[in-house]
């Protein structure tokens, strides 16, 4: 079993509309959780990074960590076709090793 | 652009044959990361350096190496290479040696042929 576990799609959705992006996780020591956004095998693109449970809202984007239940999820609302991207979690643990570990990605196209 | 930098951007070469690719990470940080995205694989972790020592590392063959310079720039070199290393090569950086946001450079595209 994959420490991160990611649906890869792909997923379209019409222009407008909210999306809703998940993963979920086996390492309970994972306290940092972020999103990243990658056009076309370009570098990851940082979009949202949070510590610890809770909500994180940046403009149309919200993080929401669910530490109890292994289970994190970006959402974005009136989404553009701009968006249309791969959507990578992840995560890190808290001290030592700090490097990411990744879900698979998640394809995502909005239609104008 | 996130201010992390590579170079090259592509790079193709053949079996057997050794290659080095470069990175210099954001002013300002002190720690690289080194990441493989294959395929199949999806990204990997690679090897961290924090200011010019090693600090963590994952799934690195023992025919790559890195290693961090004194002006921060990293450089991981891959020998003997195999049809199996093509890929694209990210460096990352972060402030911290642990915790803090990793932000992306560009990446690498190597073609072994």
């Known amino acids: 079993q994959k420490e991160v576990e990611q649906d890869p799609g792909p997923l379209s959705v019409p222009e407008g509309a909210i999306v809703s992006l998940n993963c979920t996780y086996s390492?309970?020591?994972?306290?940092?959780f972020m999103w990243y956004r990658q056009y076309s095998r370009k570098g990851p693109e940082l979009l949202m990074y949070?510590?610890?449970?809770g909500n994180k809202e940046d403009g149309r984007f919200t993080a929401q960590v669910d530490k109890s239940s292994k289970y994190i999820s970006l959402f974005i609302r009136d989404s553009q076709p701009s968006d249309s991207a791969t959507y990578l979690c992840?995560?890190?643990?808290?001290?030592?090793?700090?490097?990411?570990?990744f879900g698979t990605g998640t394809r995502l196209t909005v239609i104008p | 652009d996130s201010g992390v930098t590579q170079t090259p951007k592509h790079l193709i070469t053949a079996t057997g044959q050794r290659v080095t690719l470069r990175c210099s990470p954001r002013?300002?940080?002190?720690?690289v990361y080194w990441y493989q995205q294959s395929l199949d694989q999806g990204l990997q972790f690679l090897i961290q350096?924090?200011?010019?020592?090693?600090?963590a590392k994952g799934n690195i063959l023992e025919r790559f190496s890195a290693q961090q310079f004194p002006d921060l720039h990293s450089e991981l070199n891959l020998s003997s290479l195999e049809l199996g290393d093509s890929a694209l090569y990210f460096c990352?950086?972060?402030?911290?040696?642990?915790?803090?946001?990793?932000?992306f450079g560009p990446g690498t595209r190597l073609t072994v042929t």
């Open positions: 990352a950086s972060s402030v911290e040696a642990s915790g803090g946001e990793q932000y």
């Open positions: 390492n309970s020591a994972f306290q940092y």
């Open positions: 949070t510590y610890s449970s």
């Open positions: 992840a995560m890190s643990v808290l001290s030592g090793a700090n490097n990411l570990f």
């Open positions: 002013s300002g940080d002190l720690s």
């Open positions: 350096y924090y200011n010019g020592e090693e600090r």
